[in-house]
């Protein structure tokens, strides 16, 4: 039988672990081996998406209620996946997303106690059946990931969630692990404490253990 | 007893019903009788809720999934409600509200289409308890309202609503009745067909059978 849809891989992780640059050269194998496929972002992926975006991260005088910042993530969500996720999955790419719901249970859920309830309602009211099938946990200890993150944005303006303390990205980065044992057979954890080319090579592994590339 | 919060009274009804006009007059007559209070919207009400306001009604290429348009209405008014509606209440202000939860079901719900138990768990969900003291619902039929809302916007930008067909509105004017009929305490409907002075007449004919003024 042919597969018709696309994969869907998520990367996730706190700050600093170096997502972006294994989503690239992870980008950059999959045009190597001709499997086709989009690089996406969340929150974010569209131009509306991206508006939504920007609401949630700047920085402003008026306090964010912790509600209002969790229905925003899932509102650019409703968004990207009808305007971008689905039609590419439909179209058979696969499509590898910088962040996506895991993300909402560990920064909105673990980091500002809004229920897992709440949360899988939303999750299910916005994306279906929806789910990542796929997800490449990238891992260190919050001292190293902030310590990169900071290196990396030396003198440039840090978002709503860059401006948190380490207490917080603690909160974060339990909350990812407890994803991870919750759901061992989609969520692969990659520690991310490596060169980036061993964390490469191990995405790798992971791929190839799962037949998805050989 | 002394009353320690202020009334929180909604006002609600279709394009071209006259809502602005009978806000204004009764925040007059408000003042008159030295009755602190706030006017204020939906969407929107403080800076961020009137951002996030701006990406619900303005019109764009890409298409606004009818999710998003839900779960965007409740982040404004997460945003209200705690910086603007919850401050005033407990500091004894009424708030004299154009448009909130009502207006939800009717055009969310009844006109686009989305289930009412998903709006019932996102009200419970951002409101916890908080529900209009009254509101005042002004009806008119279809065809009058959009005639009245074409002619006072003659020329100018009609947001993303405002383009809507008739039939649309039509849904919206029966989601609005039907919140009517359930909720009769505490939904007055105004017919709001007569002139501005007559409707303004039955306005306070309902707070004085409330004993709210006298």
């Known amino acids: 039988m042919t ?14 672990v170096g997502k972006s640059t294994q989503v690239a050269k992870l980008s950059t194998v999959l045009a190597h081996r001709n499997i086709a496929h989009v690089v996406t972002r969340e929150p974010g992926g569209t131009a509306l998406a991206e508006n939504i975006r920007d609401l ?6 008026e306090t964010m209620p912790p509600a209002a ?26 499509v590898v997303c910088d962040r996506f719901t895991d993300a909402t249970y560990a920064y909105q859920g673990a980091g500002r106690g809004m229920s897992q309830a709440d949360i ?7 994306q ?28 440039g303006a840090r978002d709503r969630f860059e401006r948190e303390r380490g207490e917080f990205f603690e909160r974060v980065r339990e ?13 692969a954890v990659i520690d991310a404490a490596a060169s980036v080319d061993e964390v490469a090579a191990r995405i790798m ?5 799962k037949s998805w590339i050989s």
């Open 56 to 61: 949630v991260l700047s920085p402003r005088a």
């Open 175 to 187: 909350g990812y692990l407890l994803r991870a044992r919750a759901e061992p057979d989609r969520v």
């Open 3 to 16: 597969r018709t849809s696309g994969r869907f891989l998520t990367v996730e992780g706190i700050e600093g």
């Open 69 to 94: 910042e969790l229905l925003l993530m899932f509102a650019a969500r409703a968004v990207h996946l009808a305007n971008h996720i689905e039609p590419n999955l439909n179209a058979g790419r696969w």
């Open 205 to 209: 592994q992971v791929l190839e253990s």
């Open 120 to 126: 899988g309602y939303l999750e299910s009211f916005v």
């Open 128 to 155: 279906g059946a929806r789910r990542p099938d796929l997800t490449l946990l990238l891992d260190v200890p919050v001292d190293l990931g902030l310590a990169r993150s900071r290196q990396r944005d030396a003198g």
